[in-house]
């Protein structure tokens, strides 16, 4: 069974049509990058999987559960936030709770959440992942002693801090100088290799190449070609993702 089925997503904004249809699927383990020029609809795809906003037509299915459809009734603020759980999003500008530290802020939604675990079970939980970001000797910092690959790679072990069955991230690296990219790229290869199930919205395009299982390519809000990483960057098949791919 597919971790995750989309179904003819669409969305528009004041009357003007964005994703015009979007159908994929994925299975569990499997790390998909999606590229594609500036307004054709990545963000949008992700906001409308994380259900940040809300598609006007289309399903969205994951381990075999309707979390969404368009056709149902409005879902309530505490459906919402359920299934919300089932992705992780980790933003182009890190978003950290600036009043907290790095451990905080990877625990607080889990305290809050309560979900059966104590307090103690959960600051475990939530050194251990920051030490598989590299971040052992940061965890009582804030986030304004932290540079900005280092507040990214916070921002994921707070998104794994809440179990999430996939994890998505959008442009993670574009905020970052040059030298703080590749900590971050790391940390999502070795993500990449423990399995965890990702799709990643990215502009580095040897990094998707290299690190994802099939590259995905959006434009004017479809998606116009995918296939096995390697594949489609290195031999594009359409027209569009030539184009795009002769830009980088
Ligand atoms: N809340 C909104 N209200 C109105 N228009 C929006 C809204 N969100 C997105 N759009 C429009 O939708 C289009 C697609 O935007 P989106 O952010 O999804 O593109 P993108 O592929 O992520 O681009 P980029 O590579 O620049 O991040 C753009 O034309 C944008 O202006
Ligand atoms: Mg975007």
Redesign the pocket.
């Known amino acids: 069974m597919p971790i995750l089925e989309v179904n003819n997503l669409k969305k528009g904004?004041?009357n003007?049509e964005?994703l015009k249809g979007i159908s994929f699927s994925m299975e569990e383990g499997q790390t998909i990058s999606v590229i594609?020029?500036?307004?054709?609809?990545?963000?949008?795809?992700l906001r409308c999987l994380n259900l940040l906003?809300m598609a006007d037509e289309g399903t969205i299915t994951v381990r075999g559960e309707k979390i969404f459809d368009a056709a149902a009734k409005p879902y309530s603020p505490d459906e919402l936030r359920n299934k919300r759980l089932h992705f992780g999003m980790v933003f182009q500008q890190f978003n950290l709770f600036p009043q907290y530290t790095a451990l905080e802020n990877v625990t607080l939604a889990p305290s809050l959440r309560g979900d059966g675990r104590s307090a103690s079970e959960i600051e475990n939980r939530g050194k251990e992942l920051l030490n598989q970001m590299g971040l052992s000797d940061r965890m009582n910092n804030y986030p304004h002693q932290l540079s900005g690959g280092q507040q990214q790679r916070v921002a994921i072990a707070r998104a794994l801090a809440l179990k999430p069955d996939i994890l998505c991230f959008?442009?993670p690296t574009s905020a970052l100088d040059p030298e703080l990219t590749g900590e971050v790229l790391r940390v999502i290869r070795e993500l990449a290799n423990t399995k965890m199930t990702m799709i990643i919205?990215t502009h580095e395009m040897a990094f998707a190449r290299d690190v994802a299982d099939e590259v995905m390519f959006?434009d004017g809000g479809v998606v116009l070609e995918r296939g096995p990483a390697k594949e489609v960057i290195t031999n594009p098949k359409h027209e569009r993702t030539i184009q795009f791919l002769s830009s980088f």
């Open positions: 904004f004041d003007n964005i594609g020029s500036s307004g054709s609809g990545k963000t949008t795809m906003e959008d442009e919205v959006m």
